[in-house]
């Protein structure tokens, strides 16, 4: 069974850096593209990256483009989450995902991790 465990979240001041990490067992990690959402209270799970299968394609959401840098390393079954320049509104719950039929789409990964909470302090 694919499980995916997030770390690397804490709390940061605005302007700073911090990088996600993703570790996939269970499974072939080079069978699955993979994604990051991201989750403030009250608010819809948002799109954040996603990378394929090979890590040789990438996408990143518009909030985010240019500050945020998914990639992966199929030797260590890991997928990051490079964040600078982070903002207050970049707090959130960040949640890795694996394999969707739409990449965009939170509703078509059939795997998900637990979350790691990042705070941006103004």
């Known amino acids: 069974q694919v499980t995916l465990v997030e770390s690397g979240g804490g709390l940061v001041q605005a302007g700073g850096s911090l990088r996600l990490s993703c570790k996939f067992s269970?499974?072939?990690?080079?069978?699955?593209?993979m994604g990051w959402f991201r989750q403030a209270p009250g608010k819809e799970r948002e799109f954040v990256a996603w990378v394929n299968k090979n890590g040789n394609s990438m996408l990143h959401g518009d909030s985010v483009n240019g500050r945020i840098t998914i990639s992966r390393d199929n030797s260590k079954n890991t997928v990051a989450l490079q964040m600078n320049s982070l903002k207050p509104e970049d707090t959130a719950v960040y949640y890795c995902?694996?394999?969707?039929?739409?990449?965009?789409?939170?509703?078509?990964?059939?795997?998900w991790g637990r979350g790691t909470q990042v705070t941006v302090s103004s």
């Open positions: 269970g499974g072939i990690f080079t069978n699955y593209d």
């Open positions: 995902a694996a394999d969707p039929t739409d990449f965009y789409s939170s509703a078509t990964y059939n795997f």
